[in-house]
């Protein structure tokens, strides 16, 4: 057990859990959106301790971080899970506007949607990659966006915005903004200022939003694309800590430890490791 909860702490995109019968997960255990897609078995979710719904093999539903979750096997079950955050969604906003449009006629009642043939190929395909434990991470970024395209051109518009109804909250634009913006701030005050909020205004409305801290979520956004870079290996160490208007070369390594868990010359050493 204590394996699967590392698991889901560390891995930030995608999960393969292959469960016994009555294991038992909580929605602790994972941070933000996700969508969890049942390949075979069958699950009990119960939603803030009230609403009990049954998932089988080949659905899936997508749990929000506002609800709290208890999700228990009804059999040996495989369970993969997606993790979505709203930023994940960006490269797709012209399709969430779509979406968007009919947000008046969106229910807040739980919904789960079959998992149709070509996902279920795409999804055996990608339980394979993670078997291979594949490297560079950011493979299955791509994967992930790919997964959004199937979603988007596969099923109906009305279905997935019932499927998507966490991420399409009124406070999409205020997301939009952020996810614009966020590179060009040197700082959350700067950030609130362009938004045209007080300080702890934008703080409050940024954590209803992104369900955390704007500092704690810019950083690891920074580290993100730090470390997209530094596995590319396209450019030198020193020209990705200019180009993050780093102080010096000590504070971006100091920077890629903290964030990353390794300075940035161990992380490109290990990529170069795993390409070969």
Same mark, same amino acid.
């Given at each position: 057990?204590?394996?699967?909860?590392?698991?889901?702490?560390?891995?930030?995109?995608?999960?393969?859990?292959?469960?016994?019968?009555?294991?038992?997960?909580?929605?602790?255990?994972?941070?933000?959106?996700?969508?969890?897609?049942? =390949?075979?078995?069958?699950?009990?979710?119960?939603?803030?301790?009230?609403?009990?719904?049954?998932?089988?093999?080949?659905?899936?539903?997508?749990?929000?971080?506002? $609800?709290?979750?208890? =999700?228990?096997?009804?059999?040996?079950?495989?369970?993969?899970?997606?993790?979505?955050?709203?930023e994940s969604w960006f490269a797709e906003q012209k399709w969430i506007n779509e979406l968007i449009k009919d947000e008046k006629t969106i229910s807040e009642a739980f919904f789960k949607l079959p998992v149709k043939k070509?996902?279920?190929?795409?999804?055996?395909?990608?339980?394979?990659?993670?078997?291979?434990?594949?490297?560079?991470?950011?493979?299955?970024?791509?994967?992930?966006?790919?997964?959004?395209?199937?979603?988007?051109?596969?099923?109906?518009?009305?279905?997935?915005?019932?499927?998507?109804?966490?991420?399409?909250?009124?406070? =999409?634009?205020?997301?939009?903004?952020?996810? $614009?913006?966020?590179? $060009?701030?040197?700082?959350?005050?700067?950030?609130?200022?362009?938004?045209?909020?007080?300080?702890?205004?934008? =703080?409050?409305?940024?954590?209803?939003?992104? $369900?955390?801290?704007?500092?704690?979520?810019?950083?690891?956004?920074?580290?993100?694309?730090?470390?997209?870079?530094?596995?590319?290996?396209?450019?030198?160490l020193q020209e990705i800590a200019n180009e993050y208007k780093f102080s010096s070369y000590q504070h971006f390594s100091v920077f890629c430890?903290?964030?990353?868990?390794?300075?940035?010359?161990?992380?490109?050493?290990?990529?170069?490791?795993?390409?070969?």
């Open positions: 057990m204590e394996n699967h909860r590392q698991t889901l702490e560390y891995q930030r995109i995608w999960d393969s859990l292959i469960l016994p019968k009555d294991y038992h997960l909580e929605s602790r255990l994972f941070p933000g959106p996700m969508i969890f897609f049942v =390949i075979t078995g069958s699950v009990k979710l119960e939603i803030n301790t009230v609403e009990i719904h049954f998932v089988f093999s080949h659905e899936m539903f997508m749990a929000q971080s506002d $609800n709290s979750y208890s =999700i228990t096997m009804l059999e040996p079950t495989h369970l993969l899970v997606c993790h979505v955050p709203v070509i996902i279920i190929r795409y999804l055996a395909l990608l339980v394979l990659y993670l078997k291979e434990a594949i490297y560079p991470s950011y493979f299955f970024e791509l994967k992930r966006q790919e997964l959004f395209f199937l979603l988007f051109y596969y099923y109906p518009k009305y279905d997935l915005a019932q499927f998507l109804q966490c991420i399409l909250s009124k406070d =999409i634009q205020f997301k939009k903004f952020v996810m $614009n913006n966020h590179f $060009n701030a040197k700082n959350v005050q700067e950030l609130a200022k362009f938004a045209n909020y007080s300080t702890s205004g934008f =703080i409050k409305k940024f954590q209803k939003c992104f $369900n955390d801290s704007p500092y704690n979520w810019m950083q690891k956004q920074k580290a993100r694309q730090i470390s997209v870079e530094i596995n590319r290996g396209v450019k030198s430890k903290s964030q990353l868990g390794s300075p940035p010359t161990e992380i490109l050493s290990k990529s170069k490791l795993k390409s070969q």
